[in-house]
C-alpha cells in the first residue's frame, strides 16, 4: 500500500513539474533540459544518453543536454553503509580497513570511493545507489502514463519518439545497473590487449564484485590531461598520443568493441603504460558495421563521396522515405569541404556533427553501436587534443586501414576466391531462370514492382499530365455525342437543336474554357493541375 502511495505521489509530482513548464506550449532545448533536471536522477539520466543521439536530436538539444553530465548529489554515507551491510555483512569494515568517506566521483546511479584492503592493496569501490533500480522502473512506468495523460507524444514529437528514447534508456540503464557486466567489459578489455606492452586495465576484484559493488583496482597514474605532470615525468606526450590514436583504432576496427567515454579522465599514464578505466559505458560493433566503418573510414580518408553514401545508407534504417538524389548532393556538398583539406586541418568533431545533421534531416537512425562510436570519436579528438594537438586521429585511421589491408591479405583473397565461387554458380542457374521468366511472360503470371527514386515531382507532373488528357477525352466525347444527337429530331428543341445535344455542346465548352484557363492562366502562376 506504501508502494501505491509513492507512485501516485510521484505520479502527480510529476505531473506538476510537466505543468508548471508549460509544456502544452511547446518545447525548446532549455526548456527540456530544465524539465529533465526537475524530474531527478532517472530524467537526467535519459537526458545523458539523449545527448549521445544526435542522429535522433538536433544538435543544438544535444548540446544544451551536454549539461546534465556534470556530477550529481553525492548519497549520504548512510546510504552507502547500507549497500555495503547488504553485499559483505555489519562487519564490513574488517574488508575495508580504510574507507574514505568522500566519494571520487559521483554520478545518477552510482558513486565511487578510494579504499584499502586487509592485505593493504589500494582499490576502488563503486556503489549502487540503494532501490535505484526501482525508482527507475517506477518512473518510467509514470512517465508513460503522464505522456498519455497530457498527450505529450504529440506534443514532443517533432523533438523526440519518446516511446523509443524510453525503451532504450531503459534497456541501458538495466546493463549499467548490473556490475557484473561491467566487471566482465573490464576483463575482457584486459585480456583483450594482455599482449600489447603500453595498453592497460584495472583488474578487477571478482571475490568482492556483485551487481551492486564492483571493486577494482586503484590506478595511482597521471590524467592524459595533466600535460605539466607529464613532462616533469618525462613522458613523451606525442608518443603516448599516437598509441592511443592507434589503440582506440584497434578497438574500433578490429575488435568492434571499443571505451564509448574516452574523455581525459578515464584514461591515466603510469609507468609509460596507457590505463584505461571504467567500463560501465561500451560500445559494440557487429562484424557487418564493424566492415562498413572500416570501407567508411577508408572512404573518408580517400574523399570517396560515392562510397560514404553507401556506407551511410547500408548501416542507417530510414525512418520516412529519402529523396536520394536530394540526398546524395547534400553528402557531397559535404565531401567538398573536405577534399582539398590535409588530414591535419580537419575538425572530426565538426564533420562528425555535419554527418549527423544530415541524417537527423533525413530521420536516418544509425545503430546504437555507431551512435555511441561517432560520440566517444568526438570525445577523443578533445582528449588527444590536451595530450598532443599535432596528433590526428583521422591520418592515423588511415594508415591503420592501410595496415589492415596489409594484414588481412591472405584473408581477402579467400574472401575473393568464395565470392567468384559464388558468382559462377549463380552463373550457370541464369539460363534456367531465364526460361521461367520467359514462360511467367507468355503466361501472363510475370509482375514487376518498380519504384522510382526520388520522383515525387515528375510523378506528381505524369498525374496532373493524364488528368488533363481524361478531360480532353470527356469534351471530345461530349461533343461527339452532341453532334448525333443534332442529327436527330428529338424534342423538345432549343434554337433548334434537340435540348440534350445544345446541353452537351454548352458544358463541352465549358470544360474546354476551364481546361484553357487551368492550363494557360494557372500555369503562369505555377498552380500546376
Known sequence: MAKTKASGARFIEILSILRKHKIQKGMDPVKFREILEDLGPTFVKIGQIMSTRQDMFSQRYCKELEKLRSNVRPMPMSDVDMVLTRAFGPNWHTLFPYFDEDPLGSASIAQVHAAKLANGEHVVV???????????????????????????????????????????????SQQEMDFTIEARFAKRFKETYADVKYIDAPCIYDQYTSRYVLVMEYIDGIDVNQSAQLDDHGYDRKDLAKKLAYNYISQIIENGFFHADPHSGNIRIRDDVIVWIDFGMMGTLDTRE??????????????????????????????????????????????????????????????????FAICHNYRIQLPKGVSMLARSMTVMEATLEDLDPNTNMLQIAANHKATMRQFHLKHEFKQWIRDNARAYEKTLHIPGQTSDVLKMLERGQLKMNLNLLGSNQPIAKLDRMVNRLIVCILISAILLGSSLLCM??????????????????????????????????????????
Open 126 to 172: 563503486k556503489i549502487q545507489r540503494p532501490n535505484i533500480y526501482q525508482i527507475m522502473e517506477r518512473d518510467i512506468k509514470l512517465v508513460r502514463k503522464a505522456a498519455r495523460f497530457l498527450n505529450l507524444s504529440d506534443i514532443v514529437s517533432s523533438v523526440v519518439d519518446l516511446d523509443m528514447v524510453l525503451d532504450e534508456f531503459w534497456t541501458t
Open 290 to 355: 564493424r566492415e562498413i566503418m572500416k570501407d567508411a573510414v577508408q572512404a573518408i580518408a580517400m574523399r570517396d563521396t560515392m562510397s560514404v553514401v553507401d556506407d551511410i545508407l547500408a548501416i542507417g534504417k530510414p525512418k520516412k522515405e529519402i529523396d536520394y538524389a536530394k540526398f546524395m548532393v547534400e553528402i557531397e556538398e559535404f565531401m567538398n569541404q573536405y577534399i582539398n583539406m590535409p588530414f591535419s586541418q580537419i575538425d572530426i568533431a565538426k564533420m562528425i556533427q555535419d554527418v
Open 488 to 529: 436527330t429530331n428529338m424534342k423538345p428543341e432549343i434554337l433548334g437543336i434537340p435540348a440534350l445535344g445544345f446541353i452537351g455542346f454548352v458544358v463541352a465548352i465549358l470544360m474546354s474554357f476551364w481546361l484553357f484557363v487551368k492550363m494557360l492562366v494557372l500555369h503562369r502562376r505555377n498552380k500546376m493541375f
